[in-house]
């Protein structure tokens, strides 16, 4: 491993990256959040980088998740707000509704009716964000542009859920500027729904930006980035 950059030193080179995007697009980097994503990395890896200052870690698995967030603290850690960015199974929401922070992928009703259910039993409200397949293709999850508005209107009537925006992932691309059309399409998309009368706090957190293109993700707009390989290195599967 000689030579390799710790991830300290990796989470750092990220956090100027995302403040250099932030000030060309004249934004302040305090704006943007930036979730680690330690999935397929095990607990130590997730530990190393809370220790160098990592607040937010991000999962796309739920038993992995749990699994993790049980390993950190018996290390001792506490406060780390955890974020589910994968695909949600129904049967797995009750599994992170006690704790989670943040479900970035909503993309159907009857999935947000469990959460606020789950969310109701736990005693709280669950933030969550709609996840959009702006670029339409068949792979993705999330739902087209043109259904996001009904299904925010439906979720904004759960007692469990609190809606607070968009998020998309773009498709892989050899250069970054090609998916910018995607991210500021889904900018707009926020934009357009709050303008026509919804909450403008139900349209406040736009998650978009992973390694391969989060400086143009910030420079879209995002407030939420959710970078791994930048900080881990490669992952061994997925
Ligand atoms: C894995 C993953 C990421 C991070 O991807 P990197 O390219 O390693 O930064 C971001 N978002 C989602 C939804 C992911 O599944």
């Known amino acids: 491993m000689g030579g390799r950059m710790s991830i300290a030193d990796n989470l750092q080179r990220v956090r100027e990256r995302i403040a250099e995007a932030a000030g060309r697009a004249g934004r302040r980097p305090e704006e943007v959040t930036l979730v680690a994503v330690t999935k397929t990395h095990p607990p130590e890896v997730a530990l190393e980088a809370v220790r160098a200052g990592a607040l937010d870690l991000g999962e796309n698995y739920a038993q992995e ?3 993790k967030k049980e390993a950190l603290e018996a290390a001792g850690v506490q406060g780390v707000r955890w974020h ?6 129904r049967n797995k929401v009750k599994y992170i509704a006690p704790f989670i922070h943040l479900i970035h992928s909503v993309d159907s009703l009857r999935l947000g009716q469990e959460i606020s259910k789950r969310a109701q039993q736990a005693g709280r409200r669950i933030p ?14 999330g739902v087209p542009p043109e259904q996001v508005r009904e299904l925010a ?15 998309t992932m773009a498709p892989i691309a050899e250069d970054p500027e090609q998916v910018r059309p995607i ?9 357009e ?9 139900s349209m406040r957190h736009l998650s978009m930006g992973m390694t391969q293109d989060f400086e143009v993700a910030v420079e879209e707009g995002a407030t939420i980035v959710r970078v791994g390989t930048a900080i881990f290195g490669p992952r061994r599967q997925g």
Request: charged share 25%.
């Open 65 to 67: 998740l749990v699994a």
């Open 84 to 89: 589910f960015i994968g695909h949600l199974q």
């Open 128 to 141: 969550v964000l709609i996840e959009v397949n702006v670029s339409g293709e068949e792979t993705k999850f």
């Open 153 to 167: 209107e439906g979720l904004l009537e759960l007692e469990g859920v609190e809606l607070q925006g968009l998020m």
């Open 183 to 191: 991210y500021r399409r889904l900018r707009e998309l926020a934009e």
């Open 193 to 201: 729904l709050a303008a026509s009368g919804l909450p403008e706090q």
